[in-house]
């Protein structure tokens, strides 16, 4: 059984790099992020709020162990309000939207992050590995926490009479996610093979998500391109 330290600190250094080498996050901060580039990102993440729980399931579907599926089952209940539709994560989401004064008329999907959703749906239904789907799912959960505060710090000055509750709640939330995920990994990881499958997993999700975060920049920064062409 591979340590949980280890678990810990091998795929938070794959996060530390992913960040650093991420054109998204070198852009995003406060001397270039204006309200309008923050409208922009919120309403295109509203489809990845929206397709968090589905994914959970999928997973939570391939799992065979018990104590596996129970965790993230737990994860899967918090994500849909624990029963009560109006607390679901993706409702407390857009209840900042709505406090944030931004339209819901406004948010629609953009293709790449459908192709976020359907690359990561994929791979959970049909690779064969378990601990490689495992891997995929601990990647977004370990990247939710630093990628989150950092966007989270950008925004939150634009939007102060917004209900911050998604934001606060996940920064808390994912932190027991983590943990979690971390000692399932380290009971499912038997064998030096099953470590390197989660790595496998976990890797594959960080490039998702990284193609994700790229196509997001170029969203992001489109008006400004625009901006800067037409004022010449």
């Not at 391939?62 to 965790?71: A, I």
Request: glycine share 4%; aromatic share 12%.
């Amino acid at each position: 059984m591979v340590p949980e330290i280890e678990i810990r600190n091998t795929l938070n250094n794959l996060v530390d790099e992913f960040i650093a080498r991420s054109p998204f996050f070198r852009f995003w901060n406060k001397e270039r992020v204006s309200p309008s580039l923050s409208e922009k990102f919120l309403v295109s993440f509203d489809s990845l709020v929206k397709s968090f729980p589905a994914l959970i399931a999928a997973g939570t579907a391939r799992m065979t162990d018990e104590t596996t599926r129970t965790v993230l089952a737990v994860n899967l209940y918090q994500e849909c309000g624990e029963g009560d539709v109006s607390r679901t994560h993706h409702a407390i989401y857009r209840k900042f939207l709505a406090t944030a004064g931004i339209p819901l008329s406004s948010v629609s999907e953009n293709t790449f992050a459908v192709k976020w959703r359907d690359r990561l749906f994929e791979y959970i239904n049909q690779t064969e590995s378990l601990e490689a789907v495992l891997g995929a799912l601990a990647a977004g959960e370990f990247l939710a926490q630093p990628a989150l505060s950092r966007i989270y710090a950008v925004i939150q000055p634009h939007y102060p009479q917004a209900d911050q509750e998604y934001f606060t709640k996940h920064l808390v939330l994912e932190e027991d996610h983590v943990r979690e995920i971390t000692t399932i990994i380290a009971r499912q990881t038997k064998s030096d093979d099953g470590w390197e499958e989660v790595q496998s997993g976990f890797n594959f999700g960080l490039s998702v998500w990284e193609t994700y975060f790229n196509h997001l920049t170029d969203f992001v920064t489109a008006s400004m391109e625009r901006k800067s062409v037409e004022g010449r």
